[in-house]
């Protein structure tokens, strides 16, 4: 009998991770974002626990997007005010706020409970090459 072992959150080995986002397309870096914070690489992957690496995104406002999504696409926010609507374009948002753009699209690929907030913490982004997490450095990734 095949039994499938499943993984104590003290049995998880974490790794940190550096992605440089230069060049590269936006949506296909959140995927792989999501899929290192989540630990859907790992053969020891469970539903249940955080397994996943620390993600470190470095060049954040130097990734690419497909269309006119830099002009046409907007974020909105509300406070809960009546007349409190501001919005921004991607543009905007990548140039003021790229960490805050980079959590909502992560965020929306990761559970929606305690876990993908877990999860989403281990995700740093930084707009330069330049990280203060290099002694913790395991692996870089470049595709």
Not at 56 to 71: H, I, L, P, Y
Not at 96 to 103: C, D, F, I, T, V
């Amino acid at each position: 009998m095949n039994l499938t072992k499943m993984v104590k959150k003290e049995q998880v080995n974490r790794e940190w991770v550096v992605l440089d986002a230069e060049g590269q397309t936006f949506g296909r870096l959140i995927t792989q974002i999501a899929i290192l914070l989540r630990g859907k690489h790992k053969s020891c992957y469970t539903p249940h626990v955080d397994c996943g690496d620390f993600v470190v995104v470095v060049n954040a406002t130097k990734v690419k997007f497909s269309g006119a999504k830099r002009e046409d696409k907007f974020y909105f926010t509300h406070s809960g005010y009546f007349g409190s609507t501001k919005s921004k374009t991607l543009d905007e948002m990548i140039q003021k706020h790229p960490e805050k753009l980079y959590h909502l699209a992560v965020r929306g690929m990761l559970p929606k409970t305690k876990l993908g907030r877990a999860m989403l913490k281990k995700m740093k982004v930084y707009v330069s090459s330049t990280h203060p997490h290099t002694a913790q450095i395991n692996k870089q990734v470049n595709k």
